[in-house]
């Protein structure tokens, strides 16, 4: 079974019906709210018998509930508020983690933890410090999501499929994160070597600044290629797909850099983070990423001490 925590949100709810149509597992949501993850999954059962699906999903507000989980994906937190400081909405979003934590501790301690709450890299943090598990165990999905906003743009510019692209994004989720266009191929051809450095450096800038254009253009943030990337990599446990895919994982010792969160690639199995891989960088790229690395690092130590 794999459990969806915040099941009863936008993106929690979308992560419960991929999982269905890609035919994953059992889904449980859960939610705080009262009746609403109930409801949520009364309308996704209705669609079952339409996908030809045996699934079962349920929705709850006990956290009991998601015991026997083998993926606990959680999709819970705070947005934030006008005029509420970032500061403020890590600790609102630190304490939720907590007390996730705390849940899956007591009755899915042996689960894969996907974490999708913002700010990402602080959320991946808490989450693995409480659970106090390996950091194979607990992933950030924010990777897979940058990655593919990177595909996006830049297939627009050459005028073929996104999925055409292998694209890297490395560090911080964010403002902060690190495009590299020279290690996103196409059929092995770099993207700088696909397009002239104005585009190239288009595309980058609107990667960076794809989740603030959403939340402009709708009026709140993504929830569709969050909960494709967070089914997917769902998929890749459970089926032990030993897929190669960009996500948010403690680094110890790769790129030089120890106990903090960046995007970098990695191999997902039924083991979580089965593998790390380290891309080549040039001086410049290094010094690109390691500046990322640094804004997780004030991100980081701007935690209440509790969740360090």
């Given at each position: 079974?794999?459990t969806?925590?915040?099941?009863?949100?936008k993106?929690?709810v979308?992560t419960g019906?991929?999982?269905l149509?890609?035919?994953?597992?059992?889904?449980?949501?859960?939610?705080?709210?009262?009746?609403?993850?109930?409801?949520?999954?009364l309308?996704l059962?209705?669609?079952?018998?339409?996908?030809s699906?045996?699934r079962?999903?349920?929705?709850?507000?006990?956290?009991?509930?998601?015991a026997?989980?083998?993926v606990?994906?959680i999709?819970a937190g705070?947005?934030?508020?006008?005029g509420?400081?970032?500061e403020?909405l890590?600790?609102?979003?630190?304490k939720?983690?907590s007390?996730v934590s705390a849940a899956?501790?007591?009755?899915?301690?042996?689960a894969?933890v996907?974490v999708?709450t913002?700010?990402l890299?602080a959320?991946?943090?808490?989450?693995?410090?409480?659970?106090g598990?390996?950091r194979?165990?607990v992933?950030?999905?924010?990777?897979i999501l940058?990655?593919?906003?990177?595909?996006?743009?830049?297939s627009?510019?050459?005028?073929?499929s996104p999925?055409?692209?292998?694209p890297?994004?490395l560090?911080?989720?964010?403002?902060n994160?690190?495009?590299v266009?020279?290690l996103?191929?196409?059929?092995?051809?770099?993207?700088?070597?696909?397009m002239p450095?104005?585009?190239?450096?288009e595309?980058?800038?609107?990667t960076?600044?794809a989740?603030?254009?959403?939340?402009?253009?709708?009026g709140y943030?993504?929830?569709w290629a969050p909960?494709a990337?967070l089914a997917?990599?769902?998929?890749a446990?459970?089926k032990?797909q030993?897929k190669?895919l960009?996500?948010s994982v403690i680094?110890?010792?790769e790129?030089?850099?120890n106990d903090?969160?960046a995007?970098?690639?990695i191999?997902?199995?039924?083991?979580g983070v089965e593998k790390v891989?380290?891309?080549p960088?040039?001086?410049?790229?290094?010094e690109g990423?390691m500046?990322?690395i640094e804004?997780?690092?004030k991100?980081l130590?701007s935690l209440p001490?509790?969740?360090?």
């Amino acid at each position: 079974m794999i459990t969806v925590v915040g099941g009863g949100g936008k993106v929690g709810v979308t992560t419960g019906a991929f999982l269905l149509i890609r035919d994953v597992d059992d889904v449980m949501l859960i939610d705080i709210i009262k009746d609403k993850p109930q409801g949520e999954a009364l309308d996704l059962g209705h669609m079952l018998s339409v996908i030809s699906s045996s699934r079962r999903v349920t929705g709850s507000n006990d956290y009991k509930d998601m015991a026997g989980s083998d993926v606990v994906i959680i999709t819970a937190g705070f947005p934030r508020k006008a005029g509420q400081t970032r500061e403020e909405l890590l600790a609102m979003n630190a304490k939720v983690m907590s007390e996730v934590s705390a849940a899956i501790k007591e009755y899915a301690p042996n689960a894969k933890v996907l974490v999708l709450t913002n700010p990402l890299d602080a959320m991946v943090y808490v989450v693995y410090k409480k659970l106090g598990v390996s950091r194979n165990s607990v992933i950030g999905f924010s990777g897979i999501l940058d990655s593919s906003r990177l595909s996006y743009y830049a297939s627009q510019k050459l005028g073929i499929s996104p999925a055409s692209i292998t694209p890297v994004v490395l560090g911080m989720h964010g403002e902060n994160m690190f495009p590299v266009p020279r290690l996103s191929m196409v059929g092995g051809v770099p993207l700088s070597n696909l397009m002239p450095k104005e585009q190239v450096e288009e595309v980058v800038n609107r990667t960076v600044k794809a989740g603030a254009e959403v939340i402009k253009l709708r009026g709140y943030s993504s929830n569709w290629a969050p909960a494709a990337g967070l089914a997917l990599m769902a998929e890749a446990i459970k089926k032990d797909q030993k897929k190669a895919l960009i996500a948010s994982v403690i680094l110890q010792g790769e790129y030089g850099v120890n106990d903090v969160v960046a995007e970098v690639p990695i191999i997902l199995g039924k083991e979580g983070v089965e593998k790390v891989l380290e891309v080549p960088l040039t001086g410049e790229e290094k010094e690109g990423f390691m500046k990322s690395i640094e804004a997780v690092r004030k991100l980081l130590a701007s935690l209440p001490p509790e969740y360090r």
